[in-house]
């Protein structure tokens, strides 16, 4: 498959397919702090914060998947190893054990806000190639974040 089936420009995409991949890195990473933190929560905020979670690595699987076929969609592979998300990941990985819960909600409100700047580079980018697909799935993976991050925010009391 090539761009230019679902009528875009080969040239004006390959940005936004380089992004997507430095996305989908970026999540993978998040994915699995997500994981440590759902496994190896502890403390008087371990019911909530354990399905919280669990919530949140579900939505992001969820979205992994999408931004990989996304790529695809555009007419290139996905990066697929976890050595090249490790290398091109702004997140980076974390040792969860023995973690506070509200250090891992500092964690993971950081990763948010990295991928939100991502997500917001990801619009600039899609706009400019005329990528609405791109465009929508990004902005509603955005704006999840950004209502997850107001509620992190109010659980940890934090402005």
Same mark, same amino acid.
């Given at each position: 498959m090539d761009a230019k089936e679902i009528s875009l420009n080969e040239k004006e995409v390959k940005p936004v397919v380089d992004l997507l991949n #430095?996305?989908?890195a970026n999540y993978h990473i998040h994915y699995q702090k997500l994981r440590g933190c759902h496994w190896n929560i502890k403390g008087q *905020?371990?019911? %909530?914060?354990? &399905? /919280?979670?669990?919530?949140?690595?579900t939505n992001a699987q969820l979205t992994i998947d999408? !931004?990989?076929? =996304? &790529?695809? %969609?555009?007419g290139k592979p996905p990066h697929s190893r976890f050595a090249d998300y490790i290398k091109e990941s702004k997140i980076k990985e974390i040792d969860t054990i023995g973690m /506070? #819960?509200?250090d891992m909600v500092d964690? !993971? $409100? #950081? #990763? +948010? %806000? *990295? $991928? !939100?700047?991502?997500?917001r580079e990801l619009l600039e980018a899609t706009d400019k190639a005329g990528d609405d697909g791109s465009n929508d799935m990004v902005n =509603?993976? +955005?704006?999840?974040?950004e209502k997850n991050t107001w509620m992190l925010r109010s659980f940890?009391? /934090? /402005?």
């Amino acid at each position: 498959m090539d761009a230019k089936e679902i009528s875009l420009n080969e040239k004006e995409v390959k940005p936004v397919v380089d992004l997507l991949n #430095d996305y989908l890195a970026n999540y993978h990473i998040h994915y699995q702090k997500l994981r440590g933190c759902h496994w190896n929560i502890k403390g008087q *905020n371990f019911f %909530t914060l354990h &399905v /919280k979670f669990e919530e949140l690595y579900t939505n992001a699987q969820l979205t992994i998947d999408e !931004i990989a076929e =996304r &790529v695809l %969609t555009l007419g290139k592979p996905p990066h697929s190893r976890f050595a090249d998300y490790i290398k091109e990941s702004k997140i980076k990985e974390i040792d969860t054990i023995g973690m /506070k #819960d509200l250090d891992m909600v500092d964690a !993971i $409100l #950081d #990763d +948010m %806000t *990295n $991928l !939100i700047e991502l997500e917001r580079e990801l619009l600039e980018a899609t706009d400019k190639a005329g990528d609405d697909g791109s465009n929508d799935m990004v902005n =509603r993976f +955005m704006q999840f974040k950004e209502k997850n991050t107001w509620m992190l925010r109010s659980f940890a009391g /934090k /402005k």
